[in-house]
């Protein structure tokens, strides 16, 4: 890992006020703690967070998928697994990997989610109809986000 990567991983911790972040691979492991100690200098009055898990983004992650919405409409929602910028096109110039009315199969790519510079393909692991798409074109996504609406068939 990089000394940029780890600058960024910082500067994310930050600004979600994550105050743990564990990242283990098979050539490395790197643990980032950071604590905010208050009131007088010597003092041991300390704020403590709960940590929150981080998934780590990995290419052709499976997104994570909800039970259905509601039994009424008994829709499927394709979430996103991981934090980043949500694209629904491969690039600017191509067309959406899907549409409204697109038919998936659980091997479609639906969207791409950049992640510390790595283009990552969703696909939507869940047979049926798209009815919704709830993520914004080129805009940030959290953990768990839906994204997407499917009708199964």
Do not use: H, W
């Not at 994310?12 to 105050?19: A, P």
């Not at 950049?114 to 080129?138: D, P, R």
Request: glycine share 8%; aromatic share 4%; with cysteine.
């Amino acid at each position: 890992m990089e000394l940029k990567d780890i600058k960024a991983i910082i500067d994310l911790m930050k600004k979600n006020s994550i105050t743990e972040f564990e990242l283990e691979r098979q050539d490395s492991k790197i643990r980032l703690k950071r604590g905010l100690s208050v009131g007088a200098p010597g003092s041991t009055e300390e704020i403590s967070y709960p940590a929150v898990p981080i998934p780590v983004p990995m290419a052709g992650a499976p997104p994570v998928i909800a039970p259905p919405a509601s039994a009424s409409t008994g829709e499927i929602e394709i979430k996103s697994p991981m934090i980043g910028t949500f694209y629904r096109a491969p690039s600017p110039e191509a067309g959406a990997y899907v549409e409204v009315g697109s038919e998936v199969n659980a091997d479609t790519v639906v969207c791409i989610i950049e992640a510390m510079k790595v283009m990552n393909e969703i696909k939507a692991e869940v047979k049926g109809v798209i009815t919704q798409v709830l993520a914004e074109n080129g805009k940030p996504v959290e953990f768990g986000q839906p994204m997407f609406k499917v009708r199964p068939n």
